[in-house]
């Protein structure tokens, strides 16, 4: 059975949780389906390639994991660009009539999660496609802009017209303003207006840019392809689908411009400390994808033996939640010496929508995608490893499985230190107010899990397990040290992006 908090009773904590999570007199939200943080997008590009499209497609596809609300393709043919977007995953995007239809050498592809402006409205896909006075232009942008609610309203008195509610768009504005010569030049004027964090690809009638905000926040990779092509990536893990030779990272602040003169580099905006989002290696990124110069699997294994070494506990067998908890279960495991079993298998044929019973199914959203093998719980202490902990109603409801299954012991490890601030650089998070350890002890967070026990990695021992210097990383969500703090207007359009 599940252990009792000495100080209060779970009924009584789990109304005051409740409480805690009404936000501005709303009621409170409801537990979702998967309470990890949302990734933020993925894009990619490929030049001069006969089926750009169709590599494109791939790429997404590998790319998947980093934005499953929406899917978009932009091609470039001599003057002309072809353009596919739709709500929904790669498959449910495009057909083969859609890629045959995307021809041309050069194209640019987004996956996207909501951040800045919302998935429902068809304006906000990617990428954005405009006509200006010096040509077509096409963007697809990882990331979220610090003041992209300010430079909105400044365009917006200027006369600019927005179409959607992403902050993309006001960077695409800012281009077509400049009046400098290029594509590149315009570009980057328009950047050099903005703060925050940006991986992104751009495209014209005959080049593609890759560019990245000079902190580094988003990672951005180049690849070579067979016949000489270029290709621009969020992740390595795509270039490997499509056979594509990885060349380098797209260092933070630099502008790869790959045009009819070959593959350019520059430097165009005042340097900044290096803050690559340190989450890349605990969740977002593919665990196949080097990072970085780091094998992201390598480096959830050592994050898990890490976890091991700093809250060993007694127990029978270490029991991932999936997908996302395994490598560093593998890595707990190794280090304890407690055996590893799949104790949960989830169903990854769960679409995103679904019909679900009223009241007769308790727990239902969890159930359909995870289910428990109660002959490897059952009778045993259990260490329970997920990579974190944000609003606590998926992990509550995953320990009560295990209960369920007849476990002696729950032990709940987590591969990420607490979350306690939100995050304004491309990440779809809760605000703070929902953010379970913002406000809750771990002995408040324990009882609210139901949990036998409750530890979370240390910062320090994250870094390192990682095995890089913090100071060259962004742990705003762990630390509240924000390396480009946020206005409060942008703080504000959060929330409220957070609460429709």
Known sequence: MPPQAN???????????????????????????????????????????????????????????????????VSAEERIFHINRGRGLVADVFKRRDLDQLSGVNAIGHVRYSTAGGSANQRNLQPLVVDTA?????????????????MRRELERRGSI???????????????????????ERLTDALSQVKGAYAMVAMNERQIIGVRDPNGFRPLVLGRLENGGYVLSSETCALSLIEADFQRDVEPGEMVVIGPDGLKS?????????????FEYIYFARPDSIV????????????????????????????????????????????????????????????????EPQQSIRHFGVKIKLSSTPETIAGKRVVLVDDSLVRGTTS????????????????LRISSPPTTHPCFYGIDTPTRQELLASSHSVEEMRNYTTASSLA?????????????????YCDACFSGQYPIPPQQEESSQLTLLQET
């Open 7 to 73: 100080h209060a009773s779970p009924q009584a904590n789990h109304a005051r949780l409740k409480a805690t999570f009404t936000i501005m007199g709303k009621p409170p939200l409801q537990p979702l389906l998967d309470d990890h943080f949302r990734d933020e997008c993925g894009v990619f590009g490929v030049y001069d390639h006969p089926e750009a499209a169709n590599l494109v497609y791939l790429g997404l596809y590998a790319l998947q994991h980093r934005g499953q609300e929406s899917a978009g393709i």
């Open 134 to 150: 010096d040509g077509g232009m096409a963007i697809a942008h990882n990331g979220n802009l610090v003041n992209g609610v300010q």
């Open 162 to 184: 927005f179409q959607s509610t992403m902050d993309t768009e006001v960077i695409v504005h800012l281009t077509a303003l400049s009046r400098h010569r290029t594509f590149p």
């Open 266 to 278: 520059f430097y165009p905006f005042e340097a900044m400390p290096r803050k690559l989002c340190i």
């Open 292 to 355: 970085d110069g780091i094998n992201v699997y390598q480096a959830r294994k050592r994050i898990g033996k890490t976890l091991a070494r700093e809250y060993p506990v007694e127990a029978d067998v270490v029991i991932p939640v999936p997908d996302s908890g395994v490598p560093a279960a593998l890595g707990f495991s190794q280090e304890s010496g407690i055996p590893f079993e799949l104790g949960i298998i989830r169903n990854h044929y769960v679409g995103r929508t679904f019909i």
């Open 396 to 411: 509550r409801k995953i320990v009560k499985m295990m209960w369920s299954a007849g476990a002696k012991e729950v032990h």
């Open 456 to 472: 979370f990695i240390s910062l320090d021992g994250l870094y390192q397990a990682v095995n890089v210097q913090r100071n060259g």
